[in-house]
Structure formats: structure tokens, C-alpha cells
């Protein structure tokens, strides 16, 4: 199995397990894709941590042996399972952290940059190498958080972007020692797991849907999603909470 999961006190922990460097086969595409949209079954977990297994890469991007292996005919197909992993991932029902323990190269670099928030270890690198091997991909979803200038210099040279580089720019919201990179992602986990599962999934939902949207029309957008979270247990429990000064406590309706 090339994806481990495990689950605790409302976090979900998803390791890419495929060493050396979890490249990502067409299975491990679809195995992704169908556990990130199952994510709406899961009542118990409020966010997930997303990972690569060893020291080496976060993910080294598409495995190439497979690829080559593949013919013309083919990629239509693959590319489809492809967008709709990335798919799944962005549009999980709860929030999402990657925790980049290595390179994240090609799709390694998009699987990380659709999840909603980014931890990497300090040497960590972000690259697009899709020109060096006859590819091109990659650049719609990093154009969602990088300068045009940087991701075209990215994508054209094949060179990657160290970690101190991505949180200069905005793309990695911390960078830590390699050894305190799961501590960190876990108590920026806890932090998120202790809010109002309701609020994190509708949350969730309409930062999705608002983020191209002109600012009056996406903030009506918000406004129609806080209006049906006013109709919930946990919205009332939140505000009663913060009137009493005490800790909430969430049923999750």
C-alpha cells in the first residue's frame, strides 16, 4: 500500500509511502483522488496532514518509468485521473496541510499547492521540471499563489525555489528544521481540529468558490454561507463560548 492514513483526535495523517522518492504512479493517482473525496464521510476528522515517507522527497512528481512506458493514445486518460486528484484534493470538505519533508517537483509541487495551507522542512524545493522532460503541466495551479514572473522563470529554466524562497513569496506559510516539521504541522493541526466542524466545512466551501470571484460578489457569497451557519448548534455553542469565556464544545450540528 502507498498510502497510509492515520487517524487521531480529529486529525487525519496521510503518508505518501512509496520510497525512495513517492513518485506518484496512475494507482497512486487514483488512490489519492478516491481518499481525498471519501474525506466527506469522515464526521470524526476536522483537517489532514499530507506527507511524504522518509527523508529524501515530499514527492519527486510523476514516476517517469511509468510514464515512459505509456503510449500517446493513453494520455488523455491519465491526464484525466490526474486533474481529478488534484481535484479531489483542493475540494476536500476539510482543510488540508501539507507538510513538505523534501522536494515536491513537478506534481509533487502541484499536490502541495492544493492544499490550503503549506509547512515545510528548511531544505525543502519547489520545482516544475515538466520542460525537461518533454512535458508541460503544472503552472495553472501554481499560478494560484506565485508572482507570473517567478513561475515563468520556474517553468522555463526547470530550476526549483528553496524553502526560505517559497515563504518569501508567499507560497509556504513556515519553514522549520526537518525535525520539527510533523510537530508544527500537528499543532497547527490541533489548533484547526478544535473548531466547529460545520463552520471549517462551510468555511472550507466558500473560500473554494469565492477565490476568482469579484469582491463584492464573493462576499455575498460568504455572506449566504454565514446566514446558514447561524442555523446550526455549534454556531450558537460558539458565540454562547466566547460570551461565557470558556472553551466550546462542538456536536458537529
Same mark, same amino acid.
Request: charged share 25%.
Given at each position: %500500500?502507498?498510502? *497510509? ?12 509511502? +512509496?520510497?525512495?522518492? =513517492?513518485?506518484?504512479? *496512475?494507482? $497512486? ?16 476528522? =476536522? ?5 511524504? !515517507? ?7 512528481? &510523476?514516476? $517517469? ?17 490526474? +486533474? ?24 509533487? #509541487?502541484?499536490?502541495?499547492?492544493? #492544499?490550503?495551507?503549506?509547512? !515545510? ?6 520545482? &516544475?521540471?515538466?520542460? =525537461?522532460?518533454? +512535458? ?5 495551479? %501554481? ?7 517567478? *513561475? ?28 520539527? $516539521? %510533523? ?11 478544535? /473548531?466547529?466542524?460545520?463552520? *471549517?466545512?462551510?468555511?472550507? /466551501?466558500? &473560500?473554494?468558490?469565492?477565490?476568482? %470571484? ?14 446558514? $451557519? ?10 454562547? !463560548? ?12
Amino acid at each position: %500500500m502507498s498510502l *497510509l492514513v492515520e487517524k487521531s483526535d480529529g486529525i487525519a495523517r496521510i503518508t505518501l509511502d +512509496r520510497l525512495p522518492v =513517492n513518485a506518484l504512479t *496512475l494507482q $497512486l493517482y487514483e488512490d489519492i483522488g478516491d481518499l481525498f473525496e471519501e474525506m466527506a464521510d469522515w464526521s470524526d476528522i =476536522n483537517v489532514a496532514i499530507l506527507t511524504g !515517507a522518509g527523508n529524501r522527497a515530499f514527492c519527486a512528481g &510523476l514516476d $517517469l518509468k511509468e510514464f515512459l512506458a505509456a503510449t500517446v493514445e493513453e494520455d488523455p486518460h491519465r491526464a484525466k485521473i490526474v +486533474r481529478r486528484t488534484f481535484s479531489a484534493v483542493r475540494h476536500a470538505v476539510i482543510p488540508t496541510i501539507a507538510a513538505v519533508n523534501g522536494p515536491a517537483l513537478g506534481a509533487g #509541487c502541484v499536490l502541495s499547492s492544493v #492544499c490550503d495551507i503549506r509547512i !515545510a522542512a528548511d531544505h525543502a524545493t519547489f520545482g &516544475l521540471p515538466e520542460i =525537461n522532460v518533454g +512535458r508541460c503541466g503544472a503552472t495553472a495551479h %501554481m499560478g494560484r499563489h506565485l508572482p507570473q514572473g517567478l *513561475l515563468r522563470q520556474m517553468f522555463f529554466t526547470g530550476e526549483p525555489i528553496d524553502a526560505n524562497e517559497a515563504y518569501r513569496v508567499g507560497f509556504v506559510q513556515k519553514v522549520v528544521p526537518a525535525s520539527e $516539521l %510533523m510537530a508544527a504541522s500537528m499543532t497547527l493541526a490541533e489548533k484547526i481540529a478544535k /473548531k466547529a466542524p460545520l463552520g *471549517l466545512r462551510v468555511g472550507k /466551501k466558500a &473560500l473554494n468558490e469565492v477565490e476568482f %470571484m469579484q469582491v463584492e460578489e464573493g462576499y455575498e457569497r460568504e455572506q449566504s454561507y454565514s446566514t446558514q $451557519l447561524m442555523h446550526t448548534e455549534d454556531a450558537r455553542e460558539a458565540t454562547r !463560548a466566547v460570551v461565557e469565556k470558556r472553551a466550546p464544545v462542538f456536536q458537529g450540528k
